[in-house]
């Protein structure tokens, strides 16, 4: 099994970069190398070893992959003429409103054979996913050696698990995990209405004195947990499963686990719009597919590849059927929707 740092190392030689370079125009794509921009950390050393490296050792070219994807800067871009990133890892709210608000390109599905053998969720005209994860509760082990919370009512249960902890920055994913600690069911979530917004503020309200972290980057849950600041958070389950890996005294729970995509997207207006699609197509393939599998961080949206996990490896994955009965996987339409509604309402909330 690959590690995290094996897996970086065998991505030597990728051109990693943080910042993006001038101005460029479809006539002078060659001015710079294919750019691919996806979140930082597990998530990016994931898709340059399944996805990137490969396909360009195999046809050649050169890429450059960067981090972190900000949706406004990518947007901006676009609005500007000035695209610097060809395919971005997106999360789906925001590839619903890339598409509504014009600056992701619709997908010539024509050009993307391999989606035909997704499940329908996964394709959308202007994103597709090619790996899944999970937004999940994560707990220190030094703090609950016997085990932390099987369900979100728990995460609230300040006496059974007491200390501080960590939650998202956005509504985005706590309205989910909030309705879920107030009890309703998975077909009771959606669709979201100001009702159920009102219930998700009140219940959020009341574990709000008890964050300690308003978290915004992938690897801030596990320092957190790891260092003591907290003892319970919610976490992407790469980033635990890549800690977990590198010694973290950190536990979680796919019990309840918010599951979504990692969406790839092509800004409209690069100026490699033709390798965009060659590139996702490829990653959409069995064979980048079944990559994932060794490096076990983010699983596979391809059922094929999924079935050829032994158990040990699918137990890490969130779409494994034995998880199915007891994860609410996200709809990214009703998120699109609501994390616009309810931006100001949010932002007041945690300044209020």
Do not use: C
Not at 13 to 42: D, H, K, N, Q, Y
Not at 140 to 160: C, I, M, V, Y
Not at 250 to 260: C, M, P, S, V
């Amino acid at each position: 099994m690959l590690n995290r740092r094996q897996i970086l190392a065998g991505g030597a030689g990728i051109a990693i970069a943080s910042t993006l370079g001038a101005l460029v125009r479809p006539a002078a794509a060659e001015t710079r190398p294919f750019t691919f921009v996806s979140w930082g950390g597990a998530a990016s050393a994931m898709e340059d070893a399944a996805f990137l490296k490969p396909y360009f050792d195999k046809a050649g070219g050169t890429y450059v992959s960067a981090s972190p994807t900000e949706t406004a800067k990518l947007k901006a871009m676009v609005e500007a003429g000035k695209v610097d990133w060809d395919l971005v890892d997106e999360d789906g709210a925001s590839t619903w409103r890339g598409g509504e608000e014009g600056f992701l390109e619709k997908l010539d599905m024509a050009k993307i054979p391999n989606a035909k053998a997704l499940a329908s969720g996964w394709v959308t005209p202007y994103g597709i996913v090619t790996a899944t994860g999970a937004s999940v509760i994560a707990w220190s082990k030094q703090a609950f050696p016997n085990g932390g919370p099987e369900k979100w009512a728990d995460f609230w249960d300040l006496k059974r698990f007491p200390g501080k902890r960590g939650m998202y920055k956005g509504f985005y994913w706590n309205y989910e995990l909030a309705m879920l600690a107030e009890g309703l069911t998975r077909d009771e979530i959606y669709p979201v209405t100001d009702e159920k917004a009102d219930m998700a503020f009140k219940k959020l309200d009341e574990l709000k004195p008890n964050v300690q972290l308003w978290w915004s980057a992938g690897p801030q849950p596990a320092q957190t947990l790891s260092s003591g600041e907290v003892t319970l958070s919610s976490a992407w389950s790469g980033r635990v499963l890549a800690a977990i890996r590198d010694g973290a005294p950190i536990g979680y729970t796919y019990n309840q686990a918010i599951a979504w995509g990692n969406w790839w997207v092509i800004p409209k207006g690069t100026p490699y719009l033709e390798l965009a699609h060659k590139v996702l197509n490829d990653a959409l393939s069995l064979e980048a597919q079944t990559r994932l599998l060794k490096i076990d961080v983010y699983g596979p949206v391809l059922e094929a590849a999924a079935a050829k996990a032994d158990a040990t490896t699918r137990s890490h994955f969130v779409m494994a059927p034995e998880y199915a009965k007891n994860i609410l996987i996200l709809n990214e339409g009703e998120g699109a929707k609501y994390s616009v509604k309810y931006e100001e309402r949010w932002n007041q909330f945690l300044l209020g």
